[in-house]
């Protein structure tokens, strides 16, 4: 959504920039138009997540924005600009072959300030072992993503790679130099197999009467098409799934949300059963 974005106090000029058009505000960061000394266009990202400037160094424009300069102390990044648009519009399946194309660019060795995925997968697995069996959630898909991330966290697999972890339609745009980009990376030293997930919850309510068949498919598409383990994807998947519910059902109350508790819920449990059918 357009609004007033706060800068710092002459960071456009000292960064040797012009705005240049209307701000967009989300939920956790703010993008300002503007133009570079050299008269590029660039977006000012301000409000970035943790170590996402180290992941664009180091993919540094291959598969993603290319990042053109960062403060990550003033939670400030000059990224390229991207036309646009995103992947919202695309057939579903047909955009989770697009995004599931960018892994082979995206994931590589990764640096070694990035947290381990197995640390999380480790904390996810005591936090399910801890969820209270009266929570709307079917117990045995509950322990069946507690005892999957158990093990993940023991598998040297699960970690190593640079994954973005939040790689889904919004977060591919269109490009000049590349048919598509990825930004917004919120990375981890973990495994390639843990990016599928954001595809089955995001744009979920384009499925309503195809549920299982829609999820199947667009699983499937990404697995195809990023080169991935079935087996492995799927596991995660439901680690993923159970853990997006159980995070809900964690929030303290009065927190917004997007999507009613119970209807995030159900799609969890939907999501978790529709790969393994």
């Not at 072959?97 to 990035?114: K, M, N, T």
């Not at 381990?116 to 709307?136: F, I, K, M, N």
């Not at 005892?147 to 269109?174: E, K, Q, S």
């Amino acid at each position: 959504m357009a609004g007033r974005v706060s800068l710092p106090p002459g960071l456009l000029d000292e960064w040797e920039l012009t705005a240049d058009g209307e701000p967009w505000t989300g939920f956790h960061a703010s993008v300002v138009p503007v133009t570079t000394a050299d008269g590029e266009p660039a977006a000012l990202k301000v409000g970035l997540h943790d170590n996402e400037h180290l992941a664009l160094q180091h993919w540094h424009g291959r598969g993603a924005v290319r990042l053109l300069r960062a403060d990550p102390g003033r939670g400030l990044l000059l990224l390229e600009r991207l036309p646009g648009p995103d992947l919202a519009d695309h057939w579903d399946v047909e955009a989770c072959e697009v995004v599931a194309g960018l892994y082979r660019d995206l994931h590589r060795p990764a640096v070694p300030q990035l947290r381990r995925l197995s640390s999380y997968a480790g904390e996810v697995a005591a936090a399910l072992v801890d969820l209270s069996r009266d929570v709307p959630l079917p117990p045995r898909l509950v322990q069946q993503a507690g005892l999957l991330a158990a093990r993940f966290a023991a598998d040297p697999a699960t970690d190593g790679t640079l994954v973005h972890t939040d790689l889904h339609y919004g977060n591919v745009l269109a490009a000049h130099r590349a048919p598509w980009l990825a930004i917004d990376p919120k990375p981890l030293s973990g495994d390639p197999h843990y990016e599928v997930a954001p595809l089955l919850w995001n744009r979920y309510d384009e499925l309503s009467g195809r549920v299982r068949d829609g999820l199947r498919a667009r699983f499937h598409a990404a697995v195809d098409a990023g080169g991935l383990d079935e087996h492995r994807a799927r596991d995660w998947v439901v680690v993923r799934a159970m853990d997006l519910a159980r995070q809900r059902l964690a929030d303290p109350p009065g927190t917004p949300r997007r999507t009613p508790t119970p209807a995030l819920l159900t799609m969890c449990v939907s999501i978790a059963k529709a790969v393994q059918d």
